[in-house]
């Protein structure tokens, strides 16, 4: 499906920088545009009722989680530069199930699914989706996961409204911008393409330190060590399988790895790598293996992240030793939580505006596949009703109808109508099957 990449490539999926710490400096970026480690797990714990404490455990189980699933990905799985870590679709179906039926349901139904999406993988079920995936629909669904993400980077960008959040969010995107405007002929172009890791810390540790809006008391009482165990919730066999709550989790599952197919279509296009059915096999076996890893840790089951694909189109640096790196410092905030606890004191506009051009770069990429689809009314017609369905269609399920319709619903019927990729994707396939068939791609 590729020949070339939408961006111009400084190191391919194969390739490593040569200098190790010029590869240091690009996997710890990679970890500073992942902010669903430090949200995410606290939806889950104030569902079941965790302490303070227990909180932070989640969020550095979780951090720990993330290190080893990425490493489970890109040496043994699909073998592309994909971050894993804690999926929104999955969390939106745990968080509920947990409320209502118990910790011990919840982590049962996460066990079980992620069994299940390893067997998906193994079987290749997953793989026959490939021929659903031509550049219209692929298109589309990278437009949808980087507008849907864009929404949490203009919240976090935005925050309260404040003059002091606006203008942090404003000088890390036009420290960016600079950056790699005129940083390209500096160093060889390190500069350039180091540009979100320099403006992270310039904009919120220097000069959020010196205004006084980094959180050092928060860093101060985290410990420098915690050693992980197995199994921290308690054990399996003590858990608790009923079949509402794996049939709802696994909903979850379900759209994590349509999400995950749309990851995988992503990243081959900033990385210059054609997709191929592989990817999605050894992908989703990963992504399985890698949720288990995490229950078992207690950490939240782990998906691809978009956000890294962004990062990838705006350094051009696709290398997967890089992402590998990544990986081990992510293990380091887990194990070290003083170490993760940096990153969550910064101001969170700064990382809200690093989010917003990597969303920006993330539908970008989406436009340049639309482009090869040819341009028909049909095409057209898919390619439009899909995004504005996807986009509109949950912010009115959940801010018109509102919460009681929603907690009347089938778990099913949540996730597919406030879930945009989700929903993206089946609007997309559908639409495009029905007007213009479904045709196999030559394997390469």
Avoid at 257 to 269: I, K, P, Q
Avoid at 387 to 416: D, K
């Amino acid at each position: 499906m590729l020949e070339q990449p939408v961006t111009r490539l400084a190191y391919g999926v194969d390739e490593r920088p040569k200098r190790v710490w010029e590869s240091l400096l690009y996997g710890w970026q990679h970890t500073l545009v992942d902010i669903s480690p430090f949200v995410l797990p606290l939806a889950v714990a104030s569902a079941i009722g965790m302490d303070p404490s227990q909180q932070a455990e989640l969020i550095s189980f979780t951090l720990l989680a993330m290190g080893v699933a990425t490493l489970i990905q890109t040496t043994v799985g699909n073998r592309l530069p994909i971050i894993q870590g804690p999926s929104a679709t999955i969390i939106g179906v745990m968080a509920p199930v947990g409320a209502q039926l118990g910790a011990a349901a919840m982590w049962g139904g996460a066990l079980v699914g992620a069994a299940v999406e390893t067997l998906f993988g193994a079987t290749g079920a997953l793989g026959l989706l490939r021929r659903f995936f031509p550049p219209l629909v692929s298109g589309v669904v990278i437009m949808t996961i980087g507008l849907s993400l864009g929404q949490l980077a203009v919240r976090l960008s935005i925050g309260s409204g404040s003059p002091s959040e606006v203008s942090f969010a404003a000088a890390t995107v036009a420290l960016v911008l600079v950056l790699q405007t005129f940083g390209r002929t500096i160093a060889g172009g390190l500069v350039a393409r180091a540009a979100v890791f320099l403006s992270i810390w310039i904009v919120g540790l220097l000069v959020g330190g010196a205004l006084g809006e980094v959180d050092w008391a928060f860093v101060a009482q985290k410990p420098w060590l915690q050693v992980p165990r197995l199994f921290p919730h308690g054990s399996p066999l003590g858990w608790d399988y009923r079949m509402v709550a794996v049939a709802a989790i696994f909903a979850g599952y379900l759209g994590s790895m349509v999400e995950s197919v749309g990851d995988y279509v992503a990243t081959c296009e900033v990385a210059g790598e054609k997709f191929e059915r592989r990817h999605v096999d050894r992908g989703i076996v990963a992504e399985g293996v890698g949720c288990l890893v995490a229950t078992a840790l207690g950490g939240m089951p782990c998906t691809s992240y978009t956000q890294n694909v962004g990062i990838i189109a705006a350094t051009g640096v696709a290398s997967r030793h890089v992402v590998r790196i990544a990986a081990c410092i992510l293990l380091l905030y887990g194990l070290c939580p003083k170490f993760g606890a940096l990153l969550v004191a910064l101001p969170r506009p700064v990382l809200g505006g690093v989010f917003l051009i990597v969303c920006a770069l993330i539908v970008m990429s989406g436009v340049g596949l639309l482009r090869r689809a040819a341009n028909t009314a049909v095409n057209r017609l898919v390619a439009g009703l899909s995004l504005l369905t996807a986009l509109g269609v949950p912010l009115y399920v959940t801010n018109g109808l509102g919460g009681a319709w929603l907690e009347q619903s089938a778990m099913f019927t949540r996730v597919a109508l406030t879930n945009p990729i989700v929903l993206g994707v089946a609007l997309a396939i559908t639409l495009n099957a029905v007007l213009n068939g479904v045709r196999e791609e030559p394997s390469q």
